[in-house]
Nanobody
Framework: QVQLVVSGGGSVQPGGALRLPCAAP????????MGWYRQAPGKQRELVAT???????NYADSVKGRFTISRDNAETTVYLQMSSLKPEDTAVYYC?????????WGQGTQVTVSS
């Protein structure tokens, strides 16, 4: 069982920045890959970024160069640093991992980019 606790989110103007933490207390955090997904109104949930247990990262083309995923194994937390935010980044953001063959999702957090 993996519990994922997401915080952060909120409203920001275009060009602004936000950081989303996702904590996984009590998990074998250092051994599992982590990911961030998002779902905009009326759209399917999509992959934003992933990071392996070894720190290898992968990004959706739409966020490359603007978003950074990182992990702090000591704090069992994965972060999504979002910069140069655009209105099209508006969505509910979810943290996700797979452990023991099961998929775990954190609660979503709303990110709204608007002037």
């Amino acid at each position: 069982q993996v519990q994922l606790v997401v915080s952060g989110g909120g409203s920001v103007q275009p060009g602004g920045a936000l950081r989303l933490p996702c904590a996984a207390p009590g998990s074998r955090f250092g051994a599992i890959a982590m990911g961030w997904y998002r779902q905009a109104p009326g759209k399917q949930r999509e992959l934003v970024a992933t990071i392996t247990s070894g720190g290898t990262t992968n990004y959706a083309d739409s966020v490359k160069g603007r978003f950074t995923i990182s992990r702090d194994n000591a704090e069992t937390t994965v972060y999504l640093q979002m910069s140069s935010l655009k209105p099209e980044d508006t969505a509910v953001y979810y943290c996700q991992t797979i452990s023991g063959g099961l998929i775990y999702w954190g609660q979503g957090t709303q990110v709204t980019v608007s002037s």
